[in-house]
């Protein structure tokens, strides 16, 4: 379900491949003001009757001057709206323009002083010289008629370009990393003074859309939403039951792959929510299908279709149900959805990539545009107990993509032991609410160990905690290595057949947060 309407405000964001791109929607998205990413060989007609105040065309590791290098409709650059290119998004305006580009001898990647011109709309506010964010291999050799000049490096004298009257802008940084010092203020810039933006688009107002919306979608008909115990399936209820009310029912479906007793925990939790929940347990269908499984996009793919079959099977049971409701957010269609462009698909989540192409059942997706942070906000205005808004992401294949290889029941019964160890730690000791996700990993190599004087040969573990705002991008947590200790020999002592735990290092980019 598309939640935005053709009125609202927003920017259009061309993915030219950046692995910044989720970035720049991010800053866009913390002035208050809606955008959306779209493959840069998106279709014009798509938006010919959307509200666009404002075109960014991110960066991209081609180079313009390639002959197979990305482009878009350029019926965009024709398009009566403000501009700003970012690293290839500024040369490809350059070239579109009429500038020509060469392959820089001198090419800046990493902090590099810039200089600019501060009578620029693009640059008000900031110093004439600071630290930005530099990434590219060519440089612009000659300006387009009509462009000046307005940034420049020891090394690049075209280091920022615009053309005042039509009102586009070019950067060779990347101003939605924190490493470019002023980076917030010249998207600011480009947004309230350039495109006039007022910077209106809140979670209130988003509340207020999604309702209206939800209930012109769905009128009388009745909603089954699958409900994991998660931020996400809970915001999602909770909107979907002030827009239809009774006519909400809520599945909670035990696949197997669920964490030590964790099915009695979520609805224990959700008990409060008011919400009409159904237990179903469809373990055997889910390992049945699974077994012998290694590959983890096939392991997604099971998971997501047997999950369809289920809530079809129960809407068939209760009958005259029509749509089916998830959680999905913003970031699971972005890593899910290939483009067929520069950007590659990570991963299909189950609930987006993994779905069957020809299902029963209508999507009602009220969380299809936000972040997790916006998510958890929208949580906070409907008043979703704190215990739920900070419960940490749990991927919905569950276990099975935190156990690497095939899936077995005695793999299965080693890491819901071991998880409980370590999360249950961290709660002791104050740090759960201090990490983003944190969780086990359970490796498919064994090593060599030693027990009581006997030799063992026995599972690695890993421990995995990260720090993220949204989860597109995620720093791993440095825990204390007491804490850490302290984790290793309760799981190694307690937990029958893992004799190693390794402690995962890795930030996403270049990892991802789950190992799968």
């Given at each position: 379900?598309?939640?935005?309407?053709?009125?609202?405000?927003?920017?259009?964001?061309?993915?030219?491949?950046?692995?910044?791109?989720?970035?720049?929607?991010?800053?866009?998205?913390?002035?208050?003001v809606?955008?959306?990413?779209?493959p840069?060989?998106?279709?014009?007609?798509?938006?010919?009757?959307?509200?666009?105040?404002?075109?960014?065309?991110?960066?991209g590791?081609?180079?313009?001057?390639?002959?197979?290098?990305?482009?878009?409709d350029?019926?965009?650059?024709?398009?009566?709206?403000?501009?700003?290119?970012?690293?290839?998004?500024?040369?490809?305006?350059?070239?579109?323009?009429?500038?020509?580009l060469?392959?820089?001898?001198?090419?800046?990647?990493?902090?590099?002083?810039?200089?600019?011109?501060?009578?620029?709309?693009?640059?008000?506010?900031?110093?004439?010289?600071?630290?930005?964010?530099?990434?590219?291999?060519?440089?612009?050799?000659?300006?387009?008629?009509?462009f000046?000049?307005?940034?420049?490096?020891?090394?690049?004298?075209?280091?920022?370009?615009?053309?005042?009257?039509r009102?586009?802008?070019?950067?060779?940084?990347?101003?939605?990393?924190?490493?470019?010092?002023?980076?917030?203020?010249?998207?600011?810039?480009?947004?309230?003074?350039?495109?006039?933006?007022?910077?209106?688009?809140?979670?209130?107002?988003?509340?207020?859309?999604?309702?209206e919306n939800?209930?012109?979608?769905?009128?009388?008909?009745?909603?089954?939403?699958?409900?994991?115990?998660?931020?996400?399936?809970?915001?999602?209820?909770?909107?979907?039951?002030?827009?239809?009310?009774?006519?909400?029912?809520?599945?909670?479906?035990?696949?197997?792959?669920?964490?030590?007793?964790?099915?009695?925990?979520?609805?224990?939790?959700?008990?409060?929510?008011?919400?009409?929940?159904?237990?179903v347990?469809?373990?055997?269908?889910?390992?049945?299908?699974?077994r012998?499984?290694?590959?983890?996009?096939?392991?997604?793919?099971?998971?997501?279709?047997?999950?369809?079959?289920?809530?079809?099977?129960?809407?068939?049971?209760?009958?005259d149900?029509?749509?089916?409701?998830?959680?999905?957010?913003?970031?699971?269609?972005?890593?899910?959805?290939?483009?067929?462009?520069?950007s590659?698909?990570?991963?299909?989540?189950h609930?987006?990539?993994?779905?069957?192409?020809?299902?029963?059942?209508?999507?009602?997706?009220?969380?299809?545009?936000?972040?997790?942070?916006?998510?958890?906000?929208?949580?906070?205005?409907?008043?979703?107990?704190?215990?739920?808004?900070?419960?940490?992401?749990?991927?919905?294949?569950?276990?099975?993509?935190?156990?690497?290889?095939?899936?077995?029941?005695?793999?299965?019964?080693?890491?819901?032991?071991?998880?409980?160890?370590?999360?249950?730690?961290?709660?002791?000791?104050?740090?759960?609410?201090?990490t983003?996700?944190?969780?086990?990993?359970?490796?498919?190599?064994?090593?060599?160990?030693?027990?009581?004087?006997?030799?063992?040969?026995?599972?690695?573990?890993?421990?995995?905690?990260?720090?993220?705002?949204?989860?597109?991008?995620?720093?791993?947590?440095?825990?204390p290595?007491?804490?850490?200790?302290?984790?290793?020999?309760?799981?190694?002592?307690?937990?029958?057949?893992?004799n190693?735990?390794?402690?995962?290092?890795?930030?996403?980019?270049?990892?991802?947060?789950?190992?799968?």
């Amino acid at each position: 379900m598309d939640m935005s309407e053709s009125h609202t405000e927003m920017i259009l964001i061309l993915d030219f491949g950046s692995q910044y791109t989720q970035l720049i929607a991010r800053r866009i998205r913390e002035m208050h003001v809606y955008c959306e990413i779209v493959p840069c060989i998106v279709e014009f007609e798509k938006f010919m009757n959307r509200n666009i105040k404002g075109l960014v065309l991110s960066g991209g590791p081609a180079s313009v001057l390639e002959d197979d290098s990305p482009q878009c409709d350029h019926r965009f650059f024709e398009m009566d709206v403000p501009m700003l290119g970012i690293c290839y998004g500024m040369q490809l305006l350059a070239r579109e323009y009429g500038g020509s580009l060469e392959r820089s001898q001198n090419r800046e990647y990493g902090r590099a002083r810039i200089n600019v011109d501060q009578s620029t709309a693009l640059f008000e506010r900031i110093p004439d010289q600071s630290i930005a964010w530099m990434s590219h291999g060519d440089t612009i050799r000659k300006l387009p008629n009509g462009f000046e000049a307005i940034g420049s490096t020891a090394d690049v004298s075209i280091a920022a370009l615009q053309n005042r009257t039509r009102q586009i802008y070019g950067v060779q940084f990347h101003p939605e990393v924190v490493h470019t010092e002023h980076g917030n203020t010249i998207l600011n810039n480009f947004l309230s003074n350039i495109c006039g933006l007022s910077g209106d688009w809140t979670m209130s107002s988003y509340i207020e859309r999604s309702v209206e919306n939800l209930k012109e979608q769905i009128g009388d008909n009745r909603v089954l939403l699958g409900i994991s115990g998660g931020v996400d399936s809970a915001v999602a209820a909770l909107l979907l039951k002030r827009a239809i009310g009774e006519n909400l029912v809520a599945v909670f479906v035990d696949n197997g792959l669920l964490r030590q007793n964790e099915e009695n925990e979520v609805l224990d939790t959700l008990d409060g929510l008011n919400l009409h929940i159904r237990r179903v347990d469809a373990s055997k269908s889910f390992l049945d299908r699974l077994r012998g499984v290694v590959d983890p996009e096939q392991k997604r793919k099971i998971i997501g279709r047997t999950f369809i079959e289920v809530f079809e099977s129960e809407a068939t049971k209760l009958g005259d149900i029509k749509y089916l409701a998830q959680g999905t957010l913003y970031p699971d269609v972005i890593e899910s959805v290939s483009f067929k462009g520069p950007s590659a698909t990570i991963k299909s989540h189950h609930n987006v990539g993994g779905l069957p192409e020809r299902m029963n059942l209508s999507l009602v997706e009220p969380l299809r545009e936000l972040f997790k942070d916006e998510v958890r906000e929208v949580g906070h205005q409907l008043c979703l107990p704190e215990h739920i808004l900070w419960r940490h992401p749990f991927p919905g294949p569950g276990l099975a993509v935190r156990i690497l290889g095939e899936i077995t029941p005695e793999r299965l019964e080693i890491l819901r032991q071991a998880d409980r160890i370590y999360i249950d730690l961290l709660h002791k000791r104050n740090l759960y609410n201090k990490t983003w996700q944190a969780f086990c990993t359970l490796l498919p190599i064994k090593t060599v160990g030693v027990m009581g004087d006997e030799r063992t040969y026995e599972y690695v573990l890993a421990l995995r905690a990260v720090t993220s705002m949204d989860g597109m991008t995620a720093d791993w947590a440095k825990l204390p290595h007491d804490a850490l200790g302290e984790a290793s020999n309760l799981i190694i002592n307690n937990v029958k057949g893992v004799n190693r735990v390794v402690y995962d290092i890795s930030s996403k980019p270049p990892a991802t947060i789950e190992w799968e």
